[in-house]
T-cell receptor, first 108, second 115 residues
Framework: GIQVEQSPPDLILQEGANSTLRCNFS?????LQWFHQNPWGQLINLFY???GTKQNGRLSATTVATERYSLLYISSSQTTDSGVYFC??????????FGAGTTVTVRA | GAGVSQTPSNKVTEKGKYVELRCDPI?????LYWYRQSLGQGPEFLIY????????DSGLPNDRFFAVRPEGSVSTLKIQRTERGDSAVYLC?????????????FGPGTRLTVT
């Protein structure tokens, strides 16, 4: 199946800082999603973005499918942005393969 | 609108017992998925339903695990003769259709602890 790698594994930010999370995948994708897992374990959908660029408030994402990577941008980070961010992808099927996640800690 | 719901939120059971985990998908979603998340890892695929039938159960770890979706809505994941290694968070997801081109939405999970 498709391999998904995320970097960095951990990120510590000062409140107000900007950051970029990266997701590399090993094959063509028909589905790519970014999630935020909150401290209670709920996976919150951030973006469905198999290609192109999307923005939602302080968050934006870009997927360059031909080069097999996706980026998640967090601007003006807040303490509530803390948690684990997962990238997940499907390649010609329906099974989401998840990366290991990036743990983000935003300090006040 | 209501999201994916799962019950119970927590389940503690003794080794060797039988457990059932329930998932209510988003209304109208025909595709339903089960994943399992171990501590410190990303979720891993278990089984996929399109309608009432299990279209792909290749992720189930062994024959102690079984899942049903008899009316094409609610699904139950069943684990027989539980082992300590089954301890994990079991996540359910649904999408408006199958085939992988549709956004999957996850429930809050059931945290299973086998003692």
């Amino acid at each position: 199946g498709i391999q998904v790698e995320q970097s960095p594994p951990d990120l510590i930010l000062q409140e107000g800082a900007n950051s970029t999370l990266r997701c590399n995948f090993s094959d063509s994708v028909n589905n790519l999603q970014w999630f935020h897992q909150n401290p209670w374990g709920q996976l919150i959908n951030l973006f469905y973005i198999p290609s192109g660029t999307k923005q939602n408030g302080r968050l934006s994402a870009t997927t360059v499918a031909t080069e097999r990577y996706s980026l998640l941008y967090i601007s003006s980070s807040q303490t509530t942005d803390s948690g684990v961010y997962f990238c997940a992808a499907c390649s010609n099927d329906y099974k989401l393969s998840f990366g290991a996640g990036t743990t983000v800690t935003v300090r006040a | 609108g209501a999201g994916v719901s799962q019950t119970p939120s927590n389940k503690v059971t003794e080794k060797g017992k039988y457990v059932e985990l329930r998932c209510d998908p988003i209304s109208g979603h025909t595709a339903l998925y089960w994943y399992r998340q171990s501590l410190g890892q990303g979720p891993e695929f278990l089984i996929y339903f399109q309608g009432t039938g299990a279209a792909d159960d290749s992720g189930l770890p062994n024959d102690r695990f079984f899942a049903v979706r008899p009316e094409g809505s609610v699904s139950t994941l069943k684990i027989q003769r539980t082992e300590r290694g089954d301890s994990a968070v079991y996540l359910c997801a649904s999408s408006s259709s199958g085939g992988g081109d549709y956004e999957q939405y996850f429930g809050p999970g059931t945290r299973l602890t086998v003692t």
